[in-house]
C-alpha cells in the first residue's frame, strides 16, 4: 500500500461537480474510482478514466497510471476538505482542481429525436439481447418480453414494474408511475441495483423525445414522474443506495454519464451497432446492459405501432 501519494491534479470536471468549500469524507473506494460525501449527503466521484465521467464526477490525472485508488491510503469515511480549488485528506494526499476544464452540461444531456422505425427499434433489441446473452446478465430483453421463457423471481419483479410504467404511460395514469418507480427504486444487489439501472435509462428516453414526436402530453407526464422520482430521493430513508441516488438524482434534471450519452447519440443517429452496446457493457456486471434496457422498453412503449410478434425473442 502506498503511504505517500503524488499530487493528483483534475483535468475535467462534471458540470455538478462542486469546488465549494466543505469537509468531505470517504464514502466507497473502488480500483479506477473514489466516492465522496459531503455533509448534505452529495455524493461525488473521482474517476480515472473519461469513460467513466458524469456530471458529478471529476477526471483525475496521476503521475503513476497503473495504481488505482484501493491502493493509497484511503479508508473508508477518511476526512477531506474543499479549498482554494483543491481536495485536501487527512492522510496527507491531496488532489489540484485548479486550471480543470467544467463539462458543459450541454454536453451530459441526450440528443433529441423525432422519429423512430419499428424495425430499427426491433434491430436494436436484437443487438441488446445478444450481448445480455454474451455477459450471462440476469435482466434481458426477453426476460421482458416473454416473460413465460425460464423468468426468476428478480426478472419477474422488474418485468412487473416495468409493465406498470408502461400501462402509466398510455393512460397517464400518475399513481401507476409512483407504483412503477417504487418498486423498481433499490431492486436487486449491488452498488447500482439493477432496478435502478433499468430507471435511468427509462428517463434517458423520456428526456430524449422532441415534442413533435409525442406531443405536449408526454412532457406533462415526464414533468410528473421526475417529481415523484425526485420525492423517493429525498427520503430520509431512502430506498436504494447512495451511488444510485447519485445517478438517479442526476436522471431526474436530464443529465447522464458519458457513456450512456454516447450510445443514445448513436441511437439517434441509426448508427447504434453491436459495438455501440458492447461500450456500455463494461460498466459494472449488469449496470449498462441494465440500463439500456430501460432505455429501449421506454420507446417500446412510446412508439405507437410497435408490436411484439415473435422477432425479439
Not at 62 to 78: I, L, N, R, V
Not at 108 to 122: F, Q
Not at 202 to 209: E, G, N, Q, S, V
Not at 271 to 297: C, M, N, Q
Amino acid at each position: 500500500m502506498h503511504t505517500t501519494w503524488p499530487s493528483g491534479h483534475v483535468l475535467l470536471l462534471g458540470s455538478c461537480f462542486s469546488l465549494k468549500p466543505r469537509e468531505v469524507r470517504v464514502h466507497s473506494i473502488f480500483h479506477s474510482a473514489l466516492n465522496i460525501i459531503d455533509e448534505k449527503r452529495k455524493l461525488y466521484t473521482l474517476v480515472m478514466h473519461t469513460e467513466q465521467l458524469h456530471p458529478s464526477s471529476a477526471l483525475v490525472y496521476f503521475s503513476d497510471p497503473y495504481a488505482g485508488f484501493e491502493e493509497f491510503a484511503f479508508t473508508k469515511a477518511q476526512e477531506g476538505m474543499f479549498k482554494e480549488n483543491s481536495l485536501f485528506f487527512d492522510c496527507g494526499i491531496w488532489v489540484s482542481c485548479k486550471g480543470a476544464k467544467r463539462v458543459p452540461s450541454s454536453e451530459e444531456v441526450p440528443p433529441k429525436i423525432s422519429s423512430i422505425e419499428v424495425s430499427y427499434l426491433r434491430e436494436q433489441m436484437n443487438i441488446l439481447l445478444a450481448v445480455q446473452q454474451e455477459k450471462q446478465v440476469a435482466l434481458t430483453v426477453d426476460s421482458l418480453f416473454c416473460p413465460g421463457r425460464e423468468t426468476t423471481v428478480f426478472s419477474s419483479l422488474v418485468t412487473f414494474n416495468a409493465q406498470l410504467l408502461k400501462k402509466s404511460i398510455q393512460t397517464h395514469n400518475i399513481a401507476l408511475a409512483r407504483r412503477g418507480i417504487e418498486g423498481l427504486l433499490g431492486l436487486g444487489p449491488g452498488s447500482t441495483p439493477s432496478g435502478d439501472d433499468f430507471l435511468c435509462g427509462f428517463f434517458m428516453a423520456l428526456h430524449m423525445c422532441e415534442p413533435s414526436f409525442f406531443g405536449l402530453a408526454l412532457h406533462t407526464y415526464l414533468y410528473a414522474i421526475t417529481s415523484i422520482l425526485s420525492d423517493f430521493l429525498r427520503n430520509t430513508k431512502p430506498a436504494t443506495t447512495d451511488i444510485s441516488l447519485q445517478l438517479l438524482g442526476l436522471a431526474s434534471k436530464g443529465l447522464f454519464s458519458q457513456p450512456l450519452i454516447a450510445i443514445a447519440k448513436d441511437f439517434s443517429r441509426h448508427v447504434a451497432d453491436k459495438a455501440s452496446w458492447e461500450a456500455i457493457a463494461d460498466f459494472g456486471h449488469s449496470s449498462g446492459l441494465d440500463t439500456g434496457l430501460g432505455f429501449l422498453f421506454a420507446f417500446s412503449v412510446l412508439v405507437s405501432d410497435f408490436e411484439y410478434k415473435g422477432e425479439i425473442c
